[in-house]
């Protein structure tokens, strides 16, 4: 269960593997300015997409809650780049930190609450400029964590069939 020197442990690789699962199906959302989400995709996936969100919100507390305990059995990055693997790592965990909070403050910038898998946890109030405002990067958030995301599958993917160090290997 718990990561060493040479491998993720199974709740590390379980969580990494689910979030990009979850984090794959929020991209969709992308795709909801196609025909005004008027297809399958932005009728049936959509929608749940501040449900998803809250519960990526639980997960990557809980991630690095959990990573924050393992940092001194985990791979360790060596070489040159490491600096670069940490720069990017913290850049990815910081927008999938953020998105969900400035999805929050759109949510209650425009009044509406935050109703997740049917449960009301924020009730509807009065708009919030505020929290509008600072909402309003949510979608620059998620183009970045976009990039981010395919540079992190190519290096994964670079790293381990062109430079053979396993690193892939390690989290599967």
Known sequence: MKDSRESYGTLSKSLHWLMAV???WQFLKFGDR????EHWVGETLVPWHVSIGTLL????????VWAFSQRGQRPQ?????????KIGHGLLYA???????????????????????GVQLIAKGDKIAWASTIGGIHSTLAW?????????IGMALFHQHVK?????SRMV
């Open 34 to 37: 196609i025909a005004d989400g």
């Open 95 to 117: 927008a999938m930190l953020l998105l969900p909070f400035t999805g929050i403050l759109i949510l209650l910038g425009g009044g509406y609450g935050l109703n997740a898998f």
């Open 144 to 152: 970045a964590l976009a990039v981010l995301v395919i540079g992190h």
């Open 22 to 24: 979850l984090i794959g």
């Open 164 to 168: 053979g160090d396993g690193t892939l």
């Open 77 to 85: 990055h060596e070489d040159p780049q490491g600096r670069l693997v």
């Open 57 to 64: 919100l639980a997960f990557i507390v809980l991630r690095m």
